[in-house]
T-cell receptor, first 115, second 109 residues
Framework: EAGVAQSPRYKIIEKRQSVAFWCNPI?????LYWYQQILGQGPKLLIQ??????VDDSQLPKDRFSAERLKGVDSTLKIQPAKLEDSAVYLC???WGSGSNYGYTFGSGTRLTVV | GQQLNQSPQSMFIQEGEDVSMNCTSS?????WLWYKQDPGEGPVLLIA?????ELTSNGRLTAQFGITRKDSFLNISASIPSDVGIYFC?????????FGTGTSLTVIP
């Protein structure tokens, strides 16, 4: 089965510019997540979708970050305008399973550098 | 968001040695996952644990779900150079997973 696809792999932008990341989850995975991973830390959840609805966006900085999953399949995460502290790896994951057995599959991530 | 306490933060070991790392939380979790992350890549799932006391192996890796449901450990036996990377634990509580701070493993040939 194909994995979680993310693009681009790398992005360098200047502060105050805008940037967008794309994610295509594993086929059939209803739940999609965006994580931010700052160097030396574990991933931090930004937003969780169930199909095309938002389940949890409590840690998403909504003044500059936005995400959508219009058709319940692929998703985009946008930052506008970017700040230096947004430099991180942005990971997309989709989850499988039901009941009490489930887990995540991560994409390779997009490494964002804001200069 | 909640962060799990993972230790040790880093390890330097000789090839062939066994490795042990653990993760603790102040909250009860109903699922524990262990991931390995190579540089420039996303985390890859190693082992999933779903019941308190569960002991699961995947090749040279063994992980256990603590009886209190607040901790988990991962053991790697007979380490090899390709075991190098950062290992993360993740616990599921509420409706999301919380990640540990990672254990960086270096294996010296």
């Amino acid at each position: 089965e194909a994995g979680v696809a993310q693009s681009p792999r790398y992005k360098i932008i200047e502060k105050r510019q805008s940037v967008a990341f794309w994610c295509n989850p594993i086929s059939g995975h209803a739940t999609l997540y965006w994580y931010q991973q700052i160097l030396g830390q574990g991933p931090k959840l930004l937003i969780q979708f169930q199909n095309n609805g938002v389940v949890d966006d409590s840690q998403l900085p909504k003044d500059r970050f936005s995400a959508e999953r219009l058709k319940g399949v692929d998703s985009t995460l946008k930052i506008q305008p970017a700040k230096l502290e947004d430099s991180a790896v942005y990971l997309c994951a989709s989850s499988w399973g039901s009941g009490s057995n489930y887990g995540y599959t991560f994409g390779s991530g997009t490494r964002l550098t804001v200069v | 968001g909640q962060q799990l306490n993972q230790s040790p933060q880093s390890m330097f070991i000789q090839e062939g040695e066994d490795v042990s790392m653990n993760c603790t939380s102040s909250s009860i979790f109903n699922t524990w996952l262990w991931y390995k992350q190579d540089p420039g890549e996303g985390p890859v799932l190693l082992i999933a644990l779903y019941k308190a006391g569960e002991l699961t192996s995947n090749g040279r890796l063994t992980a256990q779900f603590g009886i209190t449901r607040k901790d988990s450990f991962l053991n790697i036996s007979a380490s090899i150079p390709s075991d190098v990377g950062i290992y993360f634990c993740a616990g599921h509580g509420g409706n999301q997973f919380y990640f540990g701070t990672g254990t960086s493993l270096t294996v010296i040939p």
